[in-house]
């Protein structure tokens, strides 16, 4: 029992002898090991990144775009984004500059990109494995006012430094863009429902003056014929309605059905016309408007491959395994022998 016990037992003399006696085993799968990772360090191309830092937009331009003042006046105040984001130059600041954050880490917005890179620059045509890892980092969380640390890092990976750059800086500017377009847009829907619920207001005041005239109408002819029966031709007092006489209220029957246009009658109609005009004027141009300040355009900047790292690491796997190979293979001879002798 104790001469088994002994002889499972393996020093360190046992493993010298097993590792010499697999010598040349170990040795050939080091050295494949070794050249595997000698062709992929060597073969590895270094990556490159770059990098733009961004701002919050000047408030100084969104001040440019005099017609908040007005479209403040026309708008429920009750419309809680609108209240939140543009009723001031600063929070339209806000507004834009967070848009612009959720542009850029839009999937659609970085499709629509690329869909427009076709044509239009012969080596941005194609990025199939050229660019890789689009990141957009915060640098400050925001608050109710914009602060100069309220930054944001967009970063970009790939394997050409000037292809990089270019469609880095390229990017930012469509996403600017972009964020600009839709915030027009989103005015001009705002502006355009108004204008459509003023217009639907005059028209339901319109209706009611042309339905008070008909009731009007109603009233007078009922008055009339009473004031026939009695023989009323003339004033006789406005006690009672056909008090006015036959003579008053047949003219002013035949001038009601006569009236084509309400709208002198209507008191709220002066004011609902003047809000029309005012935003027939609301033309804006926001060309000269970003969503977001560039710090400066792209830096590229490169990661080198460590090569003696990824040889030394192969090499020093490749004595691993062999040497573990080489222990594989002593145990299932041990265990045949031991078979055999039993």
């Known amino acids: 029992m104790s001469t088994r016990k002994s002889s499972d037992e393996i020093t360190l003399i046992d493993i010298g002898r097993i590792v010499f006696n697999f010598r040349l085993g170990i040795i050939i799968i080091t050295l494949i090991f070794m050249v595997a990772s000698t062709w992929y360090a060597f073969s590895k191309t270094d990556i490159f990144g770059a990098k733009v830092t961004i701002r919050p937009t000047d408030v100084r ?4 775009l005099g017609f908040l003042t007005l479209y403040h006046h026309f708008f429920d105040h009750a419309d809680v984004n609108l209240t939140d984001n543009i009723y001031s130059p600063l ?6 500059y967070k848009q612009m954050i959720l542009n850029l880490n839009s999937y659609k917005v970085r499709y629509l990109f690329e869909n427009s890179l076709n044509g239009q620059h012969g080596e941005l045509k194609s990025n199939s494995g050229r660019v890789s890892n689009l ?23 790939g394997d050409d430094q000037n292809y990089l750059i270019r469609y880095l800086n390229d990017f930012i500017a469509f996403a600017n863009t972009y964020t600009i377009k839709s915030f027009k847009e989103m005015l001009e829907d705002k502006i355009k429902n108004r204008r459509a619920a003023i217009l639907n207001e005059i028209e339901c005041h319109r209706i009611a003056a042309k339905q ?10 009922e008055a009339l014929g ?3 029966k009695l023989g009323i031709g003339s004033y006789k007092g406005d006690k009672k309605l056909y008090h006015l006489g036959a003579k008053a209220l047949k003219s002013e029957i035949k001038a009601l059905q006569a009236r084509k246009n309400d709208d002198p009658f209507i008191l709220e109609l002066p004011k609902l016309q003047a809000q029309i005009k005012q935003l027939s004027r609301l033309h804006f141009d926001l060309t000269m408007v970003n969503a977001a300040k560039v710090d400066s355009p792209a830096t590229p900047h490169k990661y080198t491959t460590n090569r003696r790292f990824i040889i030394i ?17 002593h145990f299932i001879k041990n265990a045949r022998v031991n078979n055999f002798e039993n």
């Open 61 to 64: 331009d969104i001040e440019k």
């Open 91 to 96: 929070k339209s600041a806000i507004y834009l």
């Open 135 to 157: 990141i957009v980092k915060y640098g400050h969380q925001f608050g109710r006012r914009i602060q100069d640390d309220d930054l944001i890092i967009v970063s970009i990976e």
């Open 212 to 221: 008070t005239r008909n009731d009007k109408i109603v009233r007078l002819r």
């Open 226 to 228: 009473i004031a026939e």
């Open 313 to 329: 690491i192969g090499t020093i796997s490749g004595i691993m395994l062999g040497v573990f190979i080489a222990f594989i293979f």
